[in-house]
């Protein structure tokens, strides 16, 4: 900030009466002025502040050493002016010492006497109006330094503040990160408690296939019947199988045997698996170009992965409708973590779609949106631990409402496809016989489990009607076909179960008599028990009670 001190006129004329006479000049041009008796006071005065200095130059003759160290300490915005008056003197020593004069002076303005009053105030103002200006340049310094200084200080706050944020964020990224490995735990305990509902349901299934064959074997002599048990035993054995290299595949721990294959063959080769796999209203459309490569996987594995894809999207189309299983050569695809040549196979379904939150979560283990005890959740996770366990990866397009599209991205085969190819599932299809002794519903999704129920039956001499659901069961009683008796599993899909299904018919046909089973039923069983229906503990209780009721 400027004072009036820095705006004053120092004067140093020690000889005469120059000094007197230009202050009372200086004054009457309302310039302020100061003079000083010698160099040491005018020193002390140019410390405290001075627009302009005019000395005489004969008071400095031989005391210029003081001026001179004080020109030299001034900051870098200051050029203070000087104006000398000299003399008429020319003699060499004297122009020398004013050019030594200028030197050390620097910002310096010679006036030779005699001068004119108007001359001396028009210098002194000229000089006053630079110095203005020098105090403006030192006024920006001096805003820029304190700029600078804020702006040093607000860098340290906010640096501090980041520092604390940064701080404060790592705690709560160690904590978030703390709570997502409990929900994790949780989320296990979760799956663990989906998987054993669902793994005890199908393996109770399969044993009671096994155990209910290996009790009709000591009773039957026949041996095309005990070829149809044996047959029935070992293909629930293949299930169990199944299932068990389901969990590896997930895990990665499962080895797999890839080999050239011909996707068209090997996929058309499962028409037969899929058809009884999936519901009467649900077709399969197979689309395989003639010039389609072979891939390198696991065959048997690949026949897995269709299934479980075509099972999906049978259960996505409760109305029925048609899955297309697509292939066609994807060449020199570059995306993400691929590069080559791949064949892309699509199982598409018109059915449901999925929402994005479910769409995000379907290669979760045992994630499932199925009824319980119909899927363990493991299906897609199993595809995908397949298809990058093949070198390749899977791609999902699904809208609610639009359909599914699932794409496996599988690596072209350098070799030429064996024709001996490997197969997941070879069929046995046995021949029961009906006999008029008795006529009994049977309400079974489980192929196998159906399969020797029926023969158990047929044994004690019933006749059969199988229905894989319980909609079919209402179905086929609907017609008006004769049934002395239903016999019904507990958990089935479409929403209804066994407990549900026996409700129903009591509401329809109340003369016929219900009896439900299960290998795992959960909370069907309580709520079969408040219905009052009785419980049978094995086949031997349900071979024993038919005895009774024929």
């Known amino acids: 900030m400027e004072t009036e001190r820095e705006h004053r006129v120092l004067i140093f004329a020690p000889i005469g009466r120059d000094a007197l006479a230009s202050a009372e000049l200086l004054r009457s041009s309302r310039l302020a002025t100061a003079i000083c008796a010698d160099v040491e006071a005018l020193v002390s005065e140019m410390e405290t502040g001075a627009g302009v200095v005019f000395l005489a130059e004969e008071g400095l003759f031989s005391k210029d050493t003081p001026l001179s160290q004080w020109v030299q300490r001034q900051p870098a915005w200051s050029d203070l002016p000087f104006i000398v008056l000299t003399s008429h003197h020319h003699q060499p020593q004297v122009v020398a010492w004013r050019r030594h004069l200028v030197n050390v002076l620097r910002n310096v303005s010679l006036l030779e006497r005699p001068i004119q009053p108007i001359t001396l105030t028009s210098a002194v103002q000229s000089a006053l109006r630079a110095r203005r200006r020098q105090y403006e340049v030192r006024a920006l310094i001096q805003a820029r330094d304190q700029a600078a200084q804020q702006l040093e200080s607000l860098v340290i706050e906010r640096t501090h503040a980041l520092a604390e944020a940064n701080d404060h964020l790592r705690r709560e990224m160690a904590e978030r990160a703390r709570v997502e490995e409990t929900l994790r735990q949780a989320q296990k305990i979760e799956a663990i408690g989906r998987l054993t509902g669902g793994v005890a349901h199908d393996f109770n299934n399969l044993l009671m296939v096994i155990s209910g064959g290996l009790d009709m074997l000591d009773r039957q002599a026949d041996p095309a019947r005990r070829r149809r048990l044996m047959d029935g035993m070992i293909q629930a054995a293949q299930r169990g199988a199944s299932l068990t290299r389901q969990l590896l595949a997930f895990s990665r ?298």
């Open 253 to 550: 721990r499962q080895e797999l045997k890839p080999e050239s294959v011909d996707i068209a063959r090997q996929i058309g080769g499962m028409r037969e698996l899929l058809d009884r796999s999936l519901r009467g209203d649900v077709h399969v459309k197979f689309e395989f170009p003639a010039t389609l490569w072979p891939v390198e996987v696991d065959p048997g594995e690949l026949e897995l992965v269709v299934l479980n894809l075509a099972v999906n999207a049978r259960d996505a189309m409760p109305a029925g409708g048609t899955i297309i299983v697509r292939a066609e050569n994807v060449p020199d695809l570059t995306e993400n973590e691929l590069a080559g040549d791949y064949v892309r196979l699509s199982v598409i379904d018109t059915g449901t779609g999925m929402t994005e939150e479910v769409r995000t979560k379907v290669f979760e283990p045992f994630f499932t949106t199925k009824d319980v005890g119909k899927g363990s959740g493991l299906g897609l996770a199993q595809v995908y631990g397949f298809a990058t366990q093949s070198g390749g990866t899977v791609r999902i397009d699904s809208e609610l409402g639009s359909g599914t599209t699932i794409s496996l991205y599988l690596p072209k085969s350098g070799h030429a496809p064996s024709h001996d190819q490997r197969r997941l599932v070879e069929f046995h299809k046995p021949n029961g016989r009906l006999r008029d002794e008795g006529r009994i519903l049977l309400v079974e999704d489980d192929d196998e489990v159906a399969t020797l129920v029926s023969e158990m039956l047929d044994d004690l001499g019933y006749e059969v009607t199988r229905a894989a659901s319980a909609a079919a069961a209402l179905g086929a009683l609907a017609d008006g076909r004769p049934v002395d008796i239903v016999f019904s599993d507990v958990m089935m899909p479409g929403g209804m179960n066994g407990v549900e299904l026996a409700r129903e018919i009591q509401k329809r046909r109340s003369d016929i008599p219900i009896l439900l089973t299960s290998g795992y039923s959960g909370a069907a069983i309580h709520e079969a028990k408040e219905t009052g229906v009785k419980r049978k503990r094995d086949v031997r209780d349900l071979t024993r009670g038919f005895r009774l009721l024929h």
